[in-house]
């Protein structure tokens, strides 16, 4: 298949204060703004029901805008219906026609493009050869597993040589290890064709395994997008930092401002942190700690958070225990420690020292806290 | 263990009971009486017993024996005394016409004669007929206990001199013509059914859910209707002196007295009975329609396909299962359809059922008649298990 070609320097696919209304009143999405790069892989990731199938179906045309615009390589489509779309959709039951063979199925978009016979069956060949499902054409789709089924959606979504693919959920219904193994294939192929792929998943895991880019949408809204590494160490919103991997989180006030840094009471005592909202003296933020960056006993003079703390129980996971504390008056505090101190070295009841960098450690917005 | 497997059976089939007691009583019951009655008559061959033995030897040809002569005046005046002639009569008339008379006549005659020499010659100068060879074969083949002779006549088939079987006479023929016209206005109006049927159907099923309940009920209505006021509003409107013409002369289209005859012919038969009928295409083909996925559209036209492609490629074929069941309820309704060509069909739009009513009822012809019903029978489920290897009859919804 060819590879894509983009002769302008417009980002291929551009929403841009776009927003969703199904009833009129409540609004589905609110002020989108997103590009996505030729040959990018783009997850929209997000809670059920937060607007992600809502803007893949708007992106494919089957609904519009309440207001804004989309622009495929700077052309609003607003008035293209989704057939003169060109979009590989793979939808989240697979929508495999049940009356047609697998062959048949691929074999449907280029035959309404009026393509000849022949170059129709080599196609098709090449397509499922690209899914490992060579030499299936001729079953039924009915009588394929899961995961099979799965890949003959989207070798017809990719037969037609779209450069977009949108994919909803695509491998919702497999179970785990078919799925680490599709999210590996779908990957492969996305590379080998160099397609633009906007993946819509709401298991983070999978979102930080395939993707470029990350869009985190929360009720319509789009938290941050970013990439995945970026995404897990610079969460710059709560949601994101509690959805993305695990996080401690502390409520406090801000009780001293230096630059890009601040001092939060967190109630038991003052945390130093990155300021990441635009917090003001005496304004209630959250402050996030991954409980990996944690430290037991540290050097004293090394970290800029230093606490006591109760160990109040031990999960032994073979390469890190799992302690839960109460530090600063909060008990559900988790510190992630590497096993090279080995079974035993810490015990339930301990008062313990934990530390923590300034680095590791983000101010974020509360609740009800722009 | 059988027994704790067997109880449940047990129970399930106390439970049927009633309704299998019902349908024993008023549909298998009467289903095997008249398969039966079209082909077992007895009422000849338990009148004239001894007649019809010694016919047994005749040739076929000649003027049979002084023998046969003399015992069939015999049974014929007994017959007559016990007055179980006139029925053979009737039957003997349905193979040769004009026999009736013959044997009502000569009976009465000879139940004067007391003694005479020959009883040949006393019969044919009554009637003439007794001398000829035709006559006793109407006899012998209306004295067959099991006999083909109402499926021959339903067909329009004879017997000629020899025996073998032939077609009758073109200007003869009365029940294949009406047969084929059966089946043509049968399809004819399951074709229109589908036609009107599907769009129908398919908007019902992709309308939101409070005017598809609307829509719904407007199609059962004519269901809760009595046939015979839809009927008879057909009636009404499509009369000589009907709401339509009225309508078309009133804006000029047709001259007065160039009113359009719609009714009491083809056109009325169809007409109402594609109305009457509609229902029954509609319902299948929108369950059908219900269950599939908007999906499938969404995806073909993401593929590539304008509405007409995907329609035909991706939902036409989907919908099969209900066409198929539609389809076939409606022609199997409509070749059975009385009340309706009965009320507005007049002479040209007669089915086959029609006939089979007027021989029950007028003709007193049961035997014909249940041949008739049989043939129908045949026909239904001939195309019954013509579907079920076409279609397969596991893949058909009826809703
Ligand atoms: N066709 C529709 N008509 C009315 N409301 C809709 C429609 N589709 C979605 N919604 C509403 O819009 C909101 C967002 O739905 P959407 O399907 O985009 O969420 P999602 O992020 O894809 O969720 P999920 O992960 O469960 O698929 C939901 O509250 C849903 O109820
Ligand atoms: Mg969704």
């Known amino acids: 298949m060819e590879p894509p070609v983009n002769s302008s320097n417009h980002p291929h696919v551009e929403f841009e204060h776009v927003s969703k209304s199904y009833d009129g009143r409540t609004l589905v999405v609110r002020d989108l703004n997103l590009s996505v790069a030729e040959g990018e892989f783009l997850t929209l990731l997000g809670p059920s029901g937060s607007g992600k199938t809502t803007c893949l179906m708007m992106l494919a045309g089957f609904e519009a805008p309440t207001s804004g615009a989309i622009r495929i390589d700077g052309r609003s489509v607003h008035d293209l219906p989704p057939r003169k779309r060109d979009i590989g959709v793979v939808f989240q039951n697979y929508a495999l026609f049940p009356h047609m063979t697998v062959g048949g199925n691929l074999a449907f978009p280029l035959e309404v493009r009026g393509l000849d016979p022949e170059q129709i069956r080599e196609r098709v060949r090449r397509a499922l050869e690209l899914v490992r499902l060579g030499g299936m054409e001729d079953r039924r789709p009915g009588k394929l597993s899961g995961g099979q089924q799965q890949r003959v959606a989207i070798a017809r979504a990719l037969v037609f040589e779209p450069r977009l693919v949108l994919m909803d959920e695509p491998l919702g219904a497999l179970d785990r290890r078919l799925r680490e193994e599709m999210q590996f294939e779908v990957r492969r192929i996305q590379r080998t064709l160099g397609v633009t792929v906007v993946y819509v998943t709401h298991d983070q895991q999978e979102a930080m395994a395939m993707s470029d880019r990350v869009a985190v949408f929360e009720e319509g809204r789009v938290e941050q997008v970013a990439p995945p590494e970026i995404l897990y160490e610079e969460p710059e919103r709560q949601f994101v930092a509690r959805f993305i991997g695990d996080n401690n989180i502390l409520y406090g006030s801000v009780v001293g401002v230096d630059g890009d840094f601040c001092r939060v009471d967190v109630g038991g005592g003052i945390v130093k942190a990155f300021r990441i909202a635009p917090s003001r003296l005496g304004d209630r933020v959250a402050i996030a700690i991954r409980p990996e960056r944690v430290s037991l006993a540290p050097k004293p003079g090394v970290y800029h958070n230093e606490f006591d703390a109760r160990v109040e129980d031990i999960l032994f996971l073979g390469d890190h225990l799992r302690l839960r504390l109460t530090v600063c008056g909060h008990s559900d505090f988790i510190a992630k420690i590497p096993n090279i101190v080995g079974h035993g070295a810490v015990l339930e009841g301990d008062q313990v020292r934990i530390g923590w960098l300034l680095t590791d450690c983000r101010s974020l917005e509360a609740p009800g806290q722009e | ?399």
């Not at chain 2, 497997?5 to 047990?10: A, H, S």
């Not at chain 2, 000649?62 to 049974?75: G, K, Q």
């Not at chain 2, 010659?121 to 006559?135: H, N, V, Y």
């Not at chain 2, 989907?318 to 409509?334: D, K, R, Y």
Request: hydrophobic residues 50%.
């Open chain 2, 1 to 399: 263990m059988a027994g704790a497997l067997r109880k449940p059976q047990l129970r399930a089939a106390a439970l049927v009971l009633p309704l299998s007691a019902f349908i024993l009583a008023t549909f298998v019951a009467p289903l095997v009486t008249m398969l039966t009655r079209s082909v077992y008559d007895p009422m000849v061959a338990d009148t004239l017993p001894e007649t019809l033995a010694l016919l047994h030897d005749w040739d076929g040809q000649s003027t049979p024996s002084e023998a046969v002569f003399e015992t069939a005046s015999r049974e014929m005046v007994r017959a007559r005394e016990d007055r179980s002639l006139g029925r053979v009569a009737t039957r003997v008339n349905r193979v040769e016409s004009g026999l009736r008379s013959v044997i009502m006549k000569s009976a009465r005659r000879l139940h004067r004669v007391k003694e005479v020499d020959s009883w040949r010659e006393a019969m044919i100068s009554i009637e003439p007929e007794w001398g000829e060879a035709k006559t006793w074969r109407a006899i012998q083949r209306a004295g067959e206990r099991i006999t083909t002779r109402h499926y021959l006549h339903a067909l329009d088939l004879q017997r000629d001199a020899d025996g073998s079987i032939v077609l009758q006479p073109p200007q003869r023929r009365v029940y294949l013509p009406l047969l084929k016209r059966t089946l043509a206005v049968s399809l004819g109006i399951t074709v229109l059914c589908l036609l009107l049927g599907y769009p129908l159907a398919y908007l019902i099923a992709h309308a939101p859910p409070r005017r598809a309940n609307l829509l719904l009920l407007l199609v059962l209505v004519p269901f809760w209707t009595s046939l015979l006021v839809r009927t008879t509003s057909w009636i009404v409107l499509l009369q000589t002196e009907g709401v339509v013409n009225d309508t078309l002369v009133a804006l000029g289209l047709i001259a007065d007295e160039n009113r359009i005859s719609m009714i009491y012919n083809m056109t009325g038969t169809v007409v109402a009975m594609t109305h009457v009928l509609l229902p029954f295409m509609v319902l299948p083909v929108y369950s059908v329609m219900r269950t599939i996925p908007p999906l499938y559209m969404s995806a073909a036209a993401s593929l590539g396909a304008s509405f007409p492609q995907a329609f035909r490629r991706v939902y036409w074929p989907q919908t099969l299962p209900g066409v198929g069941a539609g389809s076939l309820l409606v022609f199997i309704l409509s070749i059975g359809y009385y009340i309706t060509p009965a009320l507005v069909g007049g002479q040209s739009g007669q089915l086959i059922s029609n006939m089979i009513a007027y021989h029950m009822q007028q003709s007193l012809n049961w035997g014909l008649a249940a041949a008739l019903g049989s043939i129908l029978l045949g026909c239904v489920v001939a195309l019954y298990l013509l579907y079920d290897r076409v279609v397969g009859i596991d893949r058909m919804r009826l809703g």
